[in-house]
Every structure is written in C-alpha cells, then in structure tokens.
C-alpha cells in the first residue's frame, strides 16, 4: 500500500519519467502572492498543494518566482496636494484661497511696509510694488498650487502657477522677490539674472526681507492694508506743488511715471512732460498707480499715451 501511494502522489520522482517545470505540466493551478506591510512577498499558495510540493525544488523554484513577478504590480503615483482657485494676493509673496493661505516657496518678497531705495536715489514701496505686480499677473487667471510642506504658522508652502507659468520664479525673474536661499536654491540662477539685468528691486538698494522682518517685528496682526509713499520727486519741484495742491499722490523719487486709468477703462500712462501728464490726477484707489519705466507700465497693462 505504501509503494502504491508513493507512486501516486509523486510521480515527479519516479526515474522513468521525465522532469517538467510548473509551467510545463498539464494542468494549470492559479497561483496567489500576497504582499506584506513590508513589501516583501508571502509564501505562494497553490490551488493544488501537493502537486507543487511533488514538483522538483529547482523547477518549482523557477516556477513561483516567475508566476510571482507576474502578480507584482507598480505602485500607484502618489496623488498631489493642490490647491486651486482664484485667490486673493495678501503681499509679494502670500495668497489666500477662501481663507486657506498659501505661502509661495523658495522665494522671499519685501514686505508691504518696506521702502526700497531706488536707481536714482529716493525710497519707494517696494513691498507694495511687489503685491501690486503680481495682482496685476494673476489678474482673474486660476492658480494652482502644488503643496511643498507647511510652515510653523499653519500656512501651505507651495509652488504656484498660472496657465502653467512658476509664479515663484516669475517674481524672483522680475526682481520683485529674492531667493530664499535658506529653504531652497531652486531660484537662485533666475535672482542672478535678475541682479545682472538690474530689474526691480536690484536696480537700487534694499534691505534683504528676512533681515527687514526682524528689525521690524509686527505689532499684533497686520490688515495688509496699501501703504501709499509720500515721498518728493527728483525733478520738478514745481510739478511736486502742483500735484500736491490737487491732492495727487506724490510719486516715490525716480518714479513719475502716471498710469492713469480713462473713462472708457483703458489703462494709458503718461510721462514727464508729455500733453497730459502735468494734469493727470492720480488716484490709487481706483487702480491707478505710478511707474518708474516705461516697459514697467506696459508689462503692467498700460499703453503709452498718444501724446
């Protein structure tokens, strides 16, 4: 009874009959791998246990490994933490969706309070330019915010864009912010062609904002409410009075610009002698604002007036 049996059940060890792998034999089993916690494979089971134990150790080794790697997978791409929306622009470098606030990584704006000193001498907003540049960017355009991390004030640090486009690197390119060297360097070749160029903030002198932040601490929160420069032009004293017995704004030193916003809502700016800057009023409130260059104003959305 015993030969009888051994015969039976393991004809794979009979001499006279040749050997064959699991992937050979006549009848299929399916085969089941399951992956631990810990990534690493449990032991297979077979439909037909005492068939595989019958099987050669090197065939059936063969075998599972093969029927293994078949039931291996790839690992789904980890899904992105975005957020996305039309937000609203605190400062240079902050937005806030519906209250969530996103905090632009890598990159460091001035902040809405800091004066700057320009080329040609003479402190402007820089703080406020910087907010004011990229409202003017968003404009109505979605943005979207891919999560880096959080800081320690609960706010998402993220990389931002619009139509595509790094709003981070956008800012740091256009001089309006600094790469923040200590959280990243990922914005620093856009900050030296930026210094090289002499565009925003490095066509004059500025105090780096990290420092400016700790020499000027908050007292309490802040309304981020627009700081309007009162500061006395270059040139044209007589210009100056004229302006501030209208009750125009006087314009940051080096930056008489005049983006004047007309009746029919088209944005024009005017120069410095032109037909119509010297009674051009105007006022911040409704949107209007001065410029330092003329390329400043129309990479801003204004048009050069016709006279």
């Known amino acids: 009874m015993s030969a009888l049996l051994a015969t039976t059940l393991t004809p794979a060890l009979r001499p006279s009959q040749p050997l064959r792998s699991p992937l050979q034999s006549r009848r299929a089993f399916p085969v089941v791998a399951a992956a631990s916690g810990k990534g690493l494979l449990q032991p ?15 065939a059936a080794a063969l075998g599972c490994l093969a029927a293994a790697l078949l039931t291996i997978a790839p690992a789904p791409a980890e899904a992105k933490d975005l957020v996305q929306g039309f937000p609203k622009v605190v400062d240079g470098d ?19 309070k800091q004066s700057c000193t320009a080329g040609k001498g003479g402190e402007y907003m820089c703080g406020e330019r910087s907010k004011q540049a990229l409202l003017d960017k968003i404009g109505k355009g979605k943005v979207e915010c891919e999560q880096k991390n959080r800081d320690k004030y609960g706010r998402v640090v993220g990389v931002c864009s619009l139509n595509g486009e790094d709003l981070n690197g956008w ?4 001089g309006l912010a600094v790469a923040y060297r200590q959280y990243s360097r990922a914005y620093v070749p856009l900050e030296d062609a930026a210094r090289a160029a002499g565009r925003g903030i490095w066509s004059g002198s500025f105090e780096l904002p990290e420092k400016w932040r700790k020499e000027h601490p908050r007292g309490g929160s802040s309304s981020g409410a627009a700081v309007t420069p009162v500061v006395a032009p270059a ?14 704004p006087l314009p940051a030193n080096g930056c008489a ?8 809502g088209e944005k024009v700016y005017h120069v410095p002698g032109g037909a119509f800057c010297e009674r051009t009023v105007i006022e ?24």
């Open 284 to 307: 911040l409130d409704k949107g209007e604002r001065y410029f330092c260059t003329a390329a400043e104003a129309e990479a801003a959305g204004w048009r050069a007036s016709a006279k």
């Open 44 to 58: 297979l089971v077979s439909a037909a246990p005492h068939e595989q134990c019958a099987q050669p150790w090197a």
């Open 171 to 174: 800012l740091v390119e256009q």
């Open 257 to 264: 610009i005049k983006g004047n916003i007309n009746s029919k």
């Open 235 to 248: 040139a044209g004293a007589t210009q100056g009075a004229a302006a501030a017995a209208r009750g125009d």
């Open 94 to 112: 902050t937005l806030d969706f519906s209250g969530t606030r996103v905090r632009l990584f890598g990159i460091d704006a001035p902040e809405t």
